[in-house]
């Protein structure tokens, strides 16, 4: 089994390698924004540590990860104006697990010119993702799964759409490690008025690894992945820590490698009955501000 999942890392590996050897730029930018504030607090180190309904995103075989049916609610204020919403749902029946995410994008006020002066009028730029994904228990150690997405966007008075496949597997290595890999956005858009563009694919390969604390009455988790986007020159490394006390309140903190204005992360989340609370912090730097994510997570 542990031959079987090498050899799906280098599958993935090679394919996306051909793909981004020919692809250049890409739209859809949205897909490339993480979901849940968790994840995102973590530097989106959760190819393999997504065990709740931000799975969906970051790879369909991460279901198996929840033990409860599951809510995800998640509201963030992204820079320059753009803000992002969530909802994702998770359950499972014996082998199998079933995820449903759907997102938006948007930036308000864009202001319309066509001469200097006031501006004429505003518009908003919009985009949305649906996604339906599932997931089977190949054995106790492995699962794979995958995801069909509906995307649209919208800009001004032009419109695009499309379709898109995202896939995933998880190997549970015993009850502390987990080793995921995920390819997302494979697929394709109709035009933009005349204007073709390509979906951003991501290659996501990487790890978590849980510790318990007794005598602190605490549990600490890292996690990393090797992370390569479509349209991009370089790959990047995604590597977070989260420290839970009592099951009730957790820090975390994250690092991404490679990206020019971003690179840190912090966040946390205290969890009551059914209920978690998160937020996340990412600062960017040349003068772009900084988010604020806060997510809601339900669990049944």
């Known amino acids: 089994m542990k031959k079987f999942i090498v050899s799906l890392c280098c599958t993935l590996l090679l394919s996306a390698q051909l793909m981004f050897a020919q692809a250049g730029q890409t739209g859809f930018s949205f897909l ?3 979901v849940g504030s968790r994840a995102l607090s973590m530097g989106d180190a959760s190819v393999a540590a997504a065990s709740d309904p931000s799975a969906v995103y970051y790879n369909p075989a991460a279901l198996s990860l929840s033990d409860a049916p ?13 803000h992002t919403d969530f909802l994702g749902a998770a359950t499972s029946a014996g082998a199998f697990h079933f995820g449903l995410g759907i997102a938006s994008a948007a930036v308000d006020d864009i202001e319309v010119r066509t001469t200097p002066g006031p501006a004429l009028s505003t518009f908003s730029s919009r985009n949305a993702s649906i996604g339906i994904s599932g997931a089977y228990d190949v054995s106790p150690e492995l699962s794979l799964g995958a995801t069909g997405k509906l995307l649209y966007e919208k800009i001004f008075l032009d419109d695009a759409s499309g379709l898109a496949v995202d896939l995933g597997a998880v190997f549970r290595v015993d009850s502390s490690l987990s080793l995921g890999t995920s390819l997302a956005n494979l697929g394709s858009v109709s035009p933009l008025r005349d204007e073709a ?5 991501i290659l996501r390969i990487g790890g978590a690894y849980t510790t318990p604390l007794p005598a602190l009455e605490s549990a600490v988790m890292v996690s990393a992945d090797f992370v390569s986007m479509s349209g991009e020159g370089r790959s990047h490394v995604h590597a977070g820590g989260e420290a839970t006390f009592r099951e009730m309140f957790s820090l975390r903190a994250g690092y991404q490698s490679g990206y020019e204005a971003r690179s840190v992360s912090f966040g946390m989340g205290v969890r009551q009955g059914m209920f978690r609370f998160d937020y996340a912090f990412l600062p960017f730097s040349l003068d772009l501000g900084s988010t604020h994510t806060l997510s809601l997570l339900v669990r049944f």
């Not at 599951?70 to 753009?82: D, N, P, T």
């Not at 563009?197 to 694919?201: A, E, G, M, N």
Request: aromatic share 4%.
């Open 197 to 201: 563009s390509k979906l951003p694919t």
């Open 70 to 82: 599951s809510v995800l609610l998640m509201h963030q204020e992204w820079i320059q104006g753009a």
């Open 32 to 34: 490339k924004i993480g």
